[in-house]
């Protein structure tokens, strides 16, 4: 999986260097339990969240996704993508658009 990071990420309180986990995702090392909220492939969705384990599969080997957030555990992902469309309910249309020309 090939990854670009949204300029202002997202992020779970527990994670306090967002530096480092970037550096050890762009060298495929897996970190436990950690959940990315990307912007959708599918026309139909904005946002998409990915368990670490599933995102280093085959399937996504040669496909490009920009992160938009990162949270420890499923359930702070699920928590962090409410936040995210808290922040941008004023331009809820053109969210996919703002990630992915801010990365």
Do not use: P, T
């Not at 995702?25 to 339990?33: E, G, M, Q, S």
């Not at 936040?83 to 992915?100: P, S, T, V």
């Amino acid at each position: 999986m090939n990854l670009k990071f949204y300029k202002k990420l997202y992020l779970d309180d527990k994670i306090e260097n967002e530096d480092y986990i970037i550096q050890q995702l762009k060298d495929n090392v897996k970190i436990f339990n950690l959940y990315l909220i990307c912007v959708s492939k599918n026309v139909n969705h904005i946002l998409d969240i990915f368990s670490l384990n599933e995102a280093f599969k085959d399937r996504y080997r040669d496909k490009e996704y920009v992160v938009v957030g990162m949270a420890y555990g499923k359930k702070q992902s699920f928590m962090l993508v409410k936040n995210i469309f808290q922040d941008n309910l004023k331009d809820i249309n053109n969210m996919k658009e703002k990630f992915l020309k801010n990365k």
